[in-house]
């Protein structure tokens, strides 16, 4: 079984930043992705930026310049540092990690449950 936490959301005033954490758990052999996602009130689900497991990064455009993403392979664990917040990144972030279980051959996809951010004056 795996799961993956996060932590950190919260309410924030726009041009304030907050920070994301997400920790993976259970019976992981490795993890080759991990990420955060997101989805704001009748929008899809969209990335906001991944990792993989040897450093590289991809961001959505939107977010690009403002929002950091850093993990610890050794800690299974990813970050969102988020700069510069605006209106339009209210939504719930969720964590997600592409892996392969012990004892499995192929790779699986994990969420966490989501934690709200809401920018607002």
């Known amino acids: 079984q795996v799961q993956l936490v996060e932590s950190g959301g919260g309410l924030v005033q726009p041009g304030g930043s907050l920070r994301l954490s997400c920790a993976a758990s259970g019976s992981i052999f490795s993890i080759n992705a991990m990420g955060w996602y997101r989805q704001a009130p009748g929008k899809q689900r969209e990335l906001v930026a991944r990792?993989?497991?040897?450093?590289?990064?991809n961001y959505a455009d939107s977010v690009k310049g403002r929002f950091t993403i850093s993990r610890d392979n050794a800690k299974n664990t990813v970050s969102l540092q988020m700069n510069s917040l605006k209106p339009g990144d209210t939504a719930v972030y969720y964590c997600?990690?592409?892996?392969?279980?012990?004892?499995?051959?192929?790779?699986?996809?994990?969420w966490g449950q989501g934690t709200q951010v809401t920018v607002s004056s």
């Open positions: 997600h990690a592409a892996l392969i279980r012990l004892g499995s051959l192929g790779e699986s996809n994990y």
């Open positions: 990792i993989t497991i040897g450093g590289n990064t």
